[in-house]
C-alpha cells in the first residue's frame, strides 16, 4: 500500500479550500444570539435537507455502517420494511418537527421550561449535556484512526526527540478547524458549509460508484462471495437468517412505538430543527429527506460488499493476506505503541506478517501455545465456552488467521491491549481495504469526502452540546441577563471546552466496544425519559412538570441498567447471583413474570445471555415513563396549557401564512396523511405524493409485501434470486435515483443558498430573542403575548428595560 498521490492530495485541498472561503464570508451575518444558535430561521428546504445529510452521515457513522454491513450484511435490514409506513407517514405530517419549529425554541431546553419548568429545564440539560458530550467524545478518534488507516499514516510521528501518536496530530488538527468554522459564525457557518460540502460530495459520490461497479463484478466476483456464507447466516436472504428467531410481531410493534415516543428526542443537530424560515419549510426539508439519499446510500453499501469481496473471493486471495498483514501490522503499532513489554512480540509477529501468515517462529509458536492453554484453563472453569477452539498454528490456511495469530501474541502479554486490537481490526478493516483498492484520483476523492464527513459531523456536534450548557444549564441561573456579545462569548468559550474535552477523552480512552454499543449505553442517560417529556409537551396541553420528571428519571434508570445488565451478565451478575444463592428466586420471578405471554416474551434466567433482549427493555422503558408521565399529569394538572400560545397559532401568530380549519371529509384524512394543508403550493403537493407513491407503491406494497407474499405461499426465492434482486434494488434503481437527485439537489441546493444569504442580509435581530423564558414565554415573545392577551407577563417589563441598558453596553463597548 503506497502512500497517498500529490494529485491525491490536490483533490482533497482544493475542495477545503472552498468550504474555508465560503465559511469566512457567512460569518459576517451573525448579528445576534438567534443568529448563531438558529442561523437566524431563514433557511430554506434544500439547504436543510442537503446540510443536514452531510452532517447527519459523519466518519464514525461510516465506520459503523461499514461495521455492521461486514460483519452481519443485508439481508437482516430487509425486515425494516415493516415500519416504513409509519414511519414515511411521520415524515410527511411533519410529525413534532413541525410544532417544535412553531414555538421557536432554539433549544429543546428551552421548550421545556417555556412547556413545563426552568428546574424541568435544568435538569433535563444535565442528563442531556453529559450523554451527548459523552456519547460525541469518541468521534474524533474513531474518525482520526479512520484516516490514519485509510490514508496509510504512521501510527506515531518523531519530532525533536518527542514521539506523538499520529491519531493524536490528526485529532487536534480537525479539531481546531471545527472550533473555527463553529465560533466563526455558529449555526449559519456550520450550515453554509455542511451545505456547500454536500453539494461538491454529489459529484463525488457518482465517481466512486462508477469506479466500483467497473473493478467489480456483480454476478461473477461480488454475489458469489455473499452467497457463500453457511446456512442461517446469509448476508443477502432474508428467509435464512439466524436472528430472524427473535423477529416476530412483537418486534414490530416495539419498533413502531419507539418512532411515535421517541420523535426528535436526539440533539445532536439541534440547530437544523430550529433553522427554517417556517414551520412549513422544517417539514418540507424533512420530506425531500426521501430523495436526497441517491448515490451516498448506493456507495455506502457498494464500498462494504466490495471491500468483503476483495478480502474473501478466492479470486484476490493474495492481495487479501497482504491487506490483513498491513492491517495487523497497523493496529499492533497502534495498540502498543512505544510500550516496552511489547517489543518481543513486534519481534515474534513481524516475519509472520512479512510472509503473509505463512511462516510462524518457534517464540510466536510459544506464545500462541500459552494462549492456547490459559483458553483451555479457562473453558474448563466455564461451562459457557467452547473447548474445541484452539489458536491457529502453521498449518492454518484461513486468511482470517493472520489477524487471529497477531492477537493471540498480543494477548500473550496482555488481553484488554489484545481487545483493543481486535477492536481496531473491526473497525479499520473496510478503511484499509478501500486504500488498497482504489487507484489514483479516486483515492484523493474518497478522502475529500471523508473528510467533509468528519468536519460536518464536528461542527454539528460540536455546536449543538456547547449551546445546550450555555443556554439550558448556565442561562437559567442567570438573574441578570448576559448582553449579546458575552453571551456569544461564552457560547465559542464552552463550544472550544467541549472539543478540548473530546479531544483528551479520545486520546486516553480504549474504546473497545463496538461503535453502536457505546452509543447506546452514553444515549440512553438522556434517551431513556426524554421520548415522552416532548411528544407529551407538543401535544397534550395536560401534561406537567411532575410526570415529565417521573418518566425522566424513571427511563434513564431503566434504559442505562438494562444495557449494563446485558454488558455485564455473563461474566460478573450470573456468577454474584449463584454466590450469594439468589438465582433460583430472580429465576422465579422473571420466567414467572413471562410466563403470561409465551412464546411471544421468553425470559429465560442461562448463564450465558442475559434474559431480557433489547427490544424487551426498550419496551419496559417506553411503557413506564409513558405510563408515569401520562399518570401523574393527570394527577397534578390543575389548568390545561395554553397551547396556542406556545404554538404561535391562531391570534399568537408571528410568521409564515395564517391556517386555515378545514372540514373532515375522507378525501381531507387522506391529504392529512400525507400532511397537505392550505400552505402547500402544488409543487409541494406533487413531492408529497410522489413520496407516499413511491414508499406505499413501490417500497413497501412491491419489494416488501409482494416479496413476502411470493416466498410464503408460492416458494422461497433461491440465493441466486436474493443476489439478483439486490443488485435491481440497491444498485440499478438505485443509480436513477442518484442521478435525478445528483442534478435536483445541486441545482436546489445552490438556489436555496443563494436565498438564504439575501434572507440573513434583510433580516432584522431581535436582541431579546435570546432563550431566556418568562412565565412560559420566551422573553422575544413577551411584547406580542403582552399586547394579544391584555395582560402583564411578571418580570416583563424589568426585561424589556434590560434591552436599552444591553444595548447601551453593547454600543460602549464596540
Keep these: 500500500m503506497q502512500s497517498m498521490h500529490w494529485i491525491d492530495w490536490l483533490i482533497v485541498v482544493c475542495p477545503l479550500m472552498i468550504v474555508g472561503y465560503i465559511a469566512l464570508r457567512a460569518q459576517?451575518?451573525?448579528?445576534g444570539v438567534s443568529d448563531f444558535l438558529t442561523a437566524g430561521r431563514v433557511a430554506g428546504?434544500?439547504?436543510?435537507?442537503?446540510?443536514?445529510?452531510?452532517?447527519?452521515?459523519?466518519?464514525?457513522?461510516?465506520?459503523?455502517?461499514?461495521?455492521?454491513?461486514?460483519?452481519?450484511?443485508?439481508?437482516?435490514?430487509?425486515?425494516?420494511?415493516?415500519?416504513?409506513?409509519?414511519?414515511?407517514?411521520?415524515?410527511?405530517?411533519g410529525y413534532c418537527i413541525y410544532r417544535f419549529r412553531e414555538t421557536r425554541a432554539m433549544t429543546m431546553g428551552q421548550f421545556f421550561e417555556i412547556r413545563y419548568n426552568k428546574s424541568f429545564r435544568i435538569f433535563a440539560a444535565v442528563l442531556q449535556s453529559i450523554s451527548g458530550i459523552l456519547?460525541?467524545?469518541?468521534?474524533?478518534?474513531?474518525?482520526?484512526?479512520?484516516?490514519?488507516?485509510?490514508?496509510?499514516?504512521?501510527?506515531?510521528?518523531?519530532?525533536?526527540?518527542?514521539?506523538?501518536?499520529?491519531?493524536?496530530?490528526?485529532?487536534?488538527?480537525?479539531?481546531?478547524?471545527?472550533?473555527?468554522?463553529?465560533t466563526l459564525g455558529g449555526q449559519i457557518t456550520i450550515m453554509v458549509t455542511d451545505c456547500v460540502q454536500g453539494i461538491l460530495s454529489y459529484p463525488m459520490y457518482l465517481v466512486i460508484v462508477v469506479f466500483l461497479v467497473w473493478k467489480f463484478s456483480w454476478f461473477?466476483?461480488?454475489?458469489?462471495?455473499?452467497?457463500?456464507?453457511?446456512?442461517?447466516?446469509?448476508?443477502?436472504?432474508?428467509?435464512?437468517?439466524?436472528?430472524?428467531?427473535?423477529?416476530?410481531?412483537?418486534?414490530?410493534?416495539?419498533?413502531i412505538m419507539g418512532s411515535l415516543l421517541n420523535r426528535m428526542s436526539w440533539s445532536g443537530a439541534q440547530g437544523y430543527q430550529t433553522a427554517a424560515a417556517t414551520p412549513h419549510e422544517q417539514k418540507m426539508g424533512g420530506v425531500l429527506g426521501a430523495w436526497r439519499g441517491g448515490f451516498s446510500m448506493m456507495m455506502y453499501v457498494l464500498l462494504a460488499v466490495s471491500a468483503f469481496t476483495l478480502l474473501h473471493h478466492a479470486k484476490f486471495a493474495p492481495e487479501a493476506r497482504k491487506i490483513r498483514s498491513d492491517l495487523a501490522r497497523k493496529a499492533m503499532n497502534d495498540v502498543t505503541g512505544s510500550d516496552s513489554r511489547f517489543r518481543d512480540v513486534r519481534a515474534d509477529v513481524e516475519p509472520f506478517l512479512r510472509?503473509?501468515?505463512?511462516?510462524?517462529?518457534?517464540?510466536?509458536?510459544?506464545?500462541?501455545?500459552?494462549?492456547?492453554?490459559?483458553?483451555?484453563?479457562?473453558?474448563?472453569a466455564s461451562t459457557n465456552e467452547k473447548k474445541d477452539n484452539p489458536p491457529p498454528t502453521v498449518s492454518t490456511t484461513d486468511a482470517e488467521s493472520i489477524l487471529t495469530v497477531t492477537k493471540n501474541a498480543i494477548q500473550s502479554e496482555d488481553k484488554g491491549v489484545a481487545q483493543s486490537f481486535e477492536t481496531y481490526l473491526t473497525q479499520m478493516r473496510v478503511p484499509t481495504t478501500l486504500r488498497s483498492m482504489f487507484p489514483i484520483g479516486i483515492t484523493g476523492v474518497f478522502c475529500a469526502m471523508a473528510i467533509f464527513l468528519l468536519i460536518s459531523t464536528d461542527t454539528t456536534y460540536l455546536h449543538s452540546w456547547g449551546s445546550i450548557v450555555v443556554q439550558d444549564v448556565v442561562l437559567p441561573f442567570r438573574e441578570k441577563p448576559f448582553t449579546p456579545r458575552r453571551q456569544l462569548f461564552l457560547l465559542r468559550l464552552v463550544i472550544a471546552f467541549v472539543a478540548v474535552f473530546?479531544?483528551?477523552?479520545?486520546?486516553?480512552?480504549?474504546?473497545?466496544?463496538?461503535?453502536?454499543?457505546?452509543?447506546?449505553?452514553?444515549?440512553?442517560?438522556?434517551?431513556?425519559?426524554?421520548?415522552?417529556?416532548?411528544?407529551g409537551g407538543l401535544y397534550w396541553k395536560r401534561g406537567t412538570a411532575v410526570g415529565a420528571f417521573a418518566a425522566m428519571i424513571s427511563g434513564s434508570i431503566l434504559a442505562i441498567s438494562g444495557i449494563l445488565g446485558q454488558k455485564y451478565w455473563v461474566d460478573h451478575i450470573y456468577p454474584w447471583l449463584v454466590d450469594t444463592r439468589l438465582i433460583d428466586a430472580v429465576r422465579m420471578f422473571v420466567e414467572g413474570a413471562a410466563n403470561p405471554f409465551r412464546p411471544i416474551i421468553d425470559w429465560r434466567v442461562t448463564p450465558d445471555k442475559f434474559p431480557i433482549n433489547s427490544q424487551e427493555i426498550y419496551f419496559i422503558t417506553m411503557?413506564?415513563?409513558?405510563?408515569?408521565?401520562?399518570?401523574?399529569?393527570?394527577?397534578?394538572?390543575?389548568?390545561?396549557?395554553?397551547?396556542?400560545?406556545?404554538?404561535?397559532?391562531?391570534?399568537?401568530?408571528?410568521?409564515?401564512?395564517?391556517?386555515?380549519?378545514?372540514?373532515?371529509?375522507?378525501?381531507?384524512?387522506?391529504?392529512?396523511?400525507?400532511?397537505?394543508?392550505?400552505?402547500?403550493?402544488r409543487g409541494d403537493k406533487i413531492l408529497a405524493w410522489s413520496v407516499f407513491l413511491w414508499t406505499f407503491g413501490w417500497q413497501f406494497g412491491c419489494c416488501f409485501i409482494g416479496i413476502v407474499l411470493w416466498n410464503t405461499f408460492l416458494g422461497r426465492w433461491p440465493n441466486e434470486w436474493w443476489a439478483n434482486w439486490f443488485f435491481i434494488n440497491n444498485v440499478v434503481i438505485a443509480a436513477v435515483i442518484g442521478l435525478v437527485s445528483t442534478v435536483w439537489f445541486t441545482i436546489g441546493g445552490t438556489w436555496d443558498l443563494r436565498r438564504m444569504f439575501k434572507r440573513l442580509a434583510e433580516k432584522e435581530t431581535n436582541i431579546l430573542d435570546d432563550g431566556r423564558v418568562i412565565d412560559h414565554v420566551s422573553v422575544g415573545d413577551v411584547s406580542m403575548v403582552e399586547q394579544v392577551d391584555h395582560v402583564r407577563i411578571p418580570q416583563a417589563e424589568h426585561a424589556l428595560e434590560e434591552e436599552s441598558k444591553r444595548e447601551t453596553e453593547e454600543d460602549s463597548e464596540s
Design 502 to 535: 473530546a479531544f483528551f477523552f479520545s486520546y486516553y480512552f480504549g474504546q473497545v466496544d463496538f461503535i453502536f454499543m457505546y452509543f447506546a449505553i452514553t444515549g440512553a442517560i438522556y434517551l431513556g425519559g426524554a421520548g415522552p417529556c416532548i411528544v
Design 623 to 681: 411503557t413506564t415513563s409513558l405510563t408515569l408521565y401520562v399518570t401523574l399529569s393527570l394527577l397534578t394538572c390543575r389548568k390545561p396549557f395554553n397551547m396556542e400560545r406556545m404554538l404561535h397559532r391562531g391570534k399568537y401568530q408571528v410568521e409564515g401564512r395564517k391556517r386555515v380549519k378545514e372540514p373532515w371529509t375522507p378525501l381531507r384524512v387522506l391529504r392529512s396523511l400525507l400532511g397537505i394543508d392550505d400552505q402547500y403550493t
Design 45 to 93: 428546504r434544500y439547504v436543510l435537507s442537503v446540510a443536514a445529510a452531510e452532517a447527519g452521515m459523519g466518519v464514525i457513522s461510516m465506520a459503523a455502517m461499514f461495521e455492521s454491513n461486514y460483519n452481519s450484511g443485508f439481508a437482516y435490514g430487509f425486515w425494516k420494511g415493516i415500519s416504513m409506513p409509519i414511519l414515511v407517514i411521520l415524515s410527511l405530517m
Design 355 to 380: 510472509s503473509a501468515g505463512k511462516i510462524i517462529s518457534p517464540a510466536l509458536q510459544q506464545r500462541l501455545d500459552r494462549v492456547q492453554q490459559e483458553d483451555t484453563a479457562t473453558a474448563d
Design 220 to 255: 461473477h466476483e461480488m454475489a458469489p462471495t455473499l452467497l457463500d456464507r453457511p446456512p442461517g447466516k446469509s448476508l443477502l436472504n432474508p428467509f435464512d437468517i439466524e436472528k430472524l428467531r427473535n423477529f416476530n410481531i412483537f418486534y414490530v410493534f416495539v419498533g
Design 135 to 182: 456519547n460525541y467524545a469518541i468521534f474524533p478518534a474513531v474518525s482520526a484512526r479512520f484516516l490514519v488507516y485509510y490514508c496509510d499514516f504512521p501510527t506515531t510521528l518523531t519530532w525533536c526527540g518527542w514521539e506523538f501518536q499520529t491519531f493524536g496530530l490528526i485529532m487536534a488538527l480537525f479539531l481546531t478547524v471545527a472550533v473555527v468554522i463553529v
Design 28 to 31: 459576517r451575518y451573525v448579528k
